[in-house]
Every structure is written in structure tokens, then in C-alpha cells.
């Protein structure tokens, strides 16, 4: 592994997002925040806005919402590697999921490997499932399954990982 990779958990509207955002602000060189989420409504629509709007203006955008190694590649190739953000692992599982089990796979292996390559930073956003109830129907728990699983292959991989609750960091591992 060659750069500072941060990985950043938290429940819904937990401060995660805004944490990540954070520990970018203070990169030296370029970042790009990289989002996974479509707008598949008005709702989602207005939220994807609103997180624009909040960023700052020089920070590059990567909209991917499947092939991240693909990002992670070409960003790789430029002189000096930009800080990425990538917000966020849940909406990019779940897009991951609906694209069908070849890509699945592929893509979720291949974005793990860029990962450990990658030569500048990375700090990853996802959402951590496993203090909620067992999901009723059979998506959901798949969902949960994998996005723990991910968020532990995601933990292995990253020099920090932090967890936002209530907007706080707690560091469960390297320094803040």
C-alpha cells in the first residue's frame, strides 16, 4: 500500500460525510470527490445538490456509480496522485448489487486491488450496518452481509479508520 488511506464509518446522518470532507480539506494537493450515488428521484436528486453545493468549488467531481477502480486508476496515472474521496460504499453496494452477480464480484475485487496500489490518499465513506436489526427480507440482509464484509476488507486495507457518531470522531484505528 502506498498512500494514507482513511476509512470512515458512521449510521445515517451520523456526521461521516462531513468528517471525510475534513481530513480532504487539509490534503496539500488536488482532491476529487468521487460520488457513487444517482439520482433515481426528486429527493435524491435534491440531496446530491445539496452536497455539491457544500464542497468546496476547487475540489474536482468523479461521478461513478459502479466501476470505482476504474477512477482509482486514471487518477493514479496523473504526476502526483490526487487525494479521492469516495462517498459513499453503501449507495455504490447497492448499485453494485441491482448490476447482477459478474459485476458484483468483479467490480468489488477490482476496487479493492486499485486500493491497495493507489499511490496518493484515499478516504472512504460507508455506512456501518451491523448495530441495526436483522433485515426481514432476503435483499437486505444480503446487503447488510456484504457491506460488512466490505467495510472490513475496506478496515484492513486503511492506515485510519474512524467511526462518526453524532458527529464526533472515535478512532478505532491509527491517529487522528
Same mark, same amino acid.
Given at each position: ?9 458512521? +449510521? @445515517?446522518?451520523? #456526521? ?14 488536488? =482532491? =476529487? ?6 439520482? #433515481? ?6 440531496? @446530491?445538490?445539496?452536497? &455539491? &453545493?457544500?464542497? /468546496? ?7 461513478? $456509480? ?12 496523473? /504526476?502526483?496522485? $490526487?487525494?479521492?474521496? *469516495? ?17 458484483? #464480484? ?12 493507489? /499511490? +496518493? %490518499?484515499?478516504? @472512504? =465513506? %460507508?455506512?456501518? =450496518? ?7 427480507? /432476503? ?8 457491506? #460488512?464484509?466490505?467495510? &472490513? ?10 467511526? %462518526? ?5 472515535? *478512532? ?5
Amino acid at each position: 500500500m502506498t498512500g494514507k488511506h482513511t476509512l470512515v464509518l458512521g +449510521g @445515517i446522518r451520523s #456526521g461521516k460525510t462531513a468528517l471525510a470532507e475534513q481530513f480532504a480539506a487539509t490534503a496539500s494537493g488536488d =482532491v =476529487v470527490y468521487v460520488a457513487t450515488a444517482t439520482a #433515481g428521484d426528486a429527493e435524491m436528486a435534491d440531496r @446530491i445538490r445539496r452536497h &455539491q &453545493q457544500s464542497r /468546496p468549488a476547487h475540489w474536482a467531481l468523479a461521478e461513478e $456509480p459502479l466501476h470505482l477502480a476504474t477512477v482509482l486508476a486514471a487518477r493514479a496515472a496523473a /504526476p502526483q496522485a $490526487p487525494l479521492l474521496l *469516495v462517498d459513499c460504499m453503501s449507495l455504490w453496494l447497492s448499485n453494485l448489487l441491482f448490476a447482477g452477480e459478474e459485476v458484483f #464480484g468483479r467490480e468489488r475485487e477490482g476496487f479493492l486491488a486499485a486500493l491497495e496500489c493507489y /499511490p +496518493g %490518499s484515499v478516504v @472512504i =465513506v %460507508s455506512n456501518e =450496518v451491523g448495530l441495526g436489526t436483522i433485515g426481514m427480507d /432476503p435483499l437486505t440482509r444480503r446487503f447488510c452481509d456484504e457491506l #460488512g464484509w466490505l467495510n &472490513q476488507a475496506l478496515a484492513q486495507r486503511c492506515e485510519r479508520v474512524v467511526m %462518526s457518531l453524532a458527529g464526533l470522531p472515535l *478512532v478505532l484505528k491509527g491517529a487522528l
